[in-house]
């Protein structure tokens, strides 16, 4: 059984190449348009009805601001659709164009802060929160340090009688 899970780990998935340089990105100063798209995206993917309605005219306002438009290119197929932008650099514009076939897969919300190190990460499984182990230890030390801490301010700052008793 654990050799069958390693051997799943080293699987490419798809969106995971995509996933991985987003991610990248989204570590750069040169973040900001790519993740205000990704939080467009996200917030329509989460919202129900006419919300979700909403949030998508929303994005595709938000494509248009940055000149989002469907360039046909040679493909396995013959032919595929790229999406293009105007503004932005031409790196810019392919990363957005990943950020795109992400969100077309369903996989733009694994496009995740990392707890540990708190820099961006694409998860590989649903449940992954930390890029690693290295990760996970940082974040236990820091919710550690939070508990100690909120005990602390408890200690300090909640009387000792409830005034609920008093009535
Ligand atoms: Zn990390």
């Known amino acids: ?12 998935h798809q969106g995971d190449e995509e996933g991985v340089s987003v991610a990248r990105w989204l570590n750069t100063d040169k973040r900001k348009v790519v993740l205000e798209i990704l939080e467009q995206i996200k917030r329509a993917v989460d919202a129900q009805g006419r919300e979700n309605r909403q949030a998508l005219d929303q994005l595709g306002e938000l494509l248009d601001s940055y000149g989002y438009h469907t360039v046909p290119v040679a493909g396995d197929r013959g032919i595929e659709f790229f999406h293009a932008f105007e503004t932005g650099s031409a790196v810019e514009g392919l990363v957005l164009d990943e950020l795109l076939t992400l969100a077309e897969l369903g996989l733009a919300y694994r496009l995740r802060v990392c707890d540990g190190c708190r820099r961006w990460f ?3 499984r649903v449940d992954q929160h930390v890029h ?3 990760c996970r230890k940082l974040y236990r030390k820091s919710e550690e340090y939070k508990a100690v ?3 602390y301010m408890r200690a300090q700052y909640i009387p000792k009688k409830p005034k609920r008793k008093e009535n």
């Not at 059984?1 to 490419?12: F, I």
């Open 132 to 134: 690693g182990e290295k």
């Open 149 to 151: 801490h909120r005990d």
């Open 122 to 124: 694409f998860a590989f």
């Open 1 to 12: 059984m654990s050799s069958k899970r390693s051997e799943k780990r080293k699987t490419v």
